[in-house]
């Protein structure tokens, strides 16, 4: 499974969006792009998931560009309740249902008013 | 639609104790992998369950055992608990004939040996 580098940590205020940025040099060609957020005390929660270009949902969006050694989770006008721990993964089947995941350390994500 | 139920939530064991831990898949889910998560790190990989059997192992010691059930409901198993085994133990699901599916995650239960 591919090694994921996320920054340590990020501060945002309300209603900005936030972009972090995740790299995965050696992805292999089977490998997808998942991203869980996490609260303190809480198991983590899927976000987003993707292949390649763009993916979108109803709380993120993530760009993967073409070399796919990179992703970027976008979180759209961010509110007090997004801060938590973000992690980006990469993996055979994406969160690879029949495999393990490995987490990195995450990036904590620091919301301000 | 039930989610990955785990229990108890929390537990205080003491050094040489054995714990074991529950966890319930969400419904149409019928495999069951277990995270231990320390304090500020991300969660690692302990063994993943699937027809009943052990599938797949992380790097974790004997001590660390499993088990699943018919009705894909699973335990993890801890002997001769060290301080060190002092962490958040989260419980994941996922249907393995649906490939990309992401894994659903419970809320975990808070182990702390004293």
């Known amino acids: 499974l591919a090694k994921t580098t996320q920054p340590i940590s990020m501060d945002s205020y309300e209603g900005q969006e936030v972009n972090i940025t995740c790299s995965h040099n050696?992805?292999?060609?089977?490998?997808?792009i998942t991203w869980y957020q996490q609260f303190p005390s809480q198991g983590p929660r899927f976000i987003i998931q993707?292949?390649?270009t763009k993916v979108t949902n109803e709380v993120a969006s993530l760009f993967i560009p073409a070399d796919r050694k990179s992703s970027t989770l976008s979180l759209p006008r961010v509110s007090l309740s997004d801060t938590a721990v973000y992690y980006c993964l990469v993996g055979e089947g994406g969160s690879s249902n029949t495999g393990k995941l490995i987490f990195g350390q995450g990036t904590t994500l620091q919301v301000k008013p | 639609d039930a989610g990955v139920t785990q229990s108890p939530t929390h537990l205080i064991k003491t050094r040489g104790q054995q714990v074991t831990l529950r966890c319930s898949p969400k419904?149409?889910?019928?495999?069951v992998s277990w995270y231990q998560q320390a304090l500020g790190q991300g969660p690692q990989f302990i063994f993943q369950y699937y027809e009943e059997e052990e599938r797949q192992r992380g790097n974790f010691p004997d001590r660390f055992s499993g088990h699943q059930f018919p009705n894909y409901s699973s335990e993890l198993n801890v002997n001769a608990l060290l301080l060190g085994d002092s962490a958040l133990y989260l419980c994941?699901?996922?249907?393995?004939?649906?490939?990309?599916?992401?894994?659903?995650f419970g809320d975990g239960t808070r182990l702390s040996i004293l």
């Open positions: 050696n992805i292999a060609t089977n490998d997808y």
């Open positions: 994941a699901s996922s249907l393995a004939t649906r490939v990309g599916q992401p894994q659903h």
């Open positions: 993707g292949y390649k």
């Open positions: 419904s149409g889910h019928d495999t």
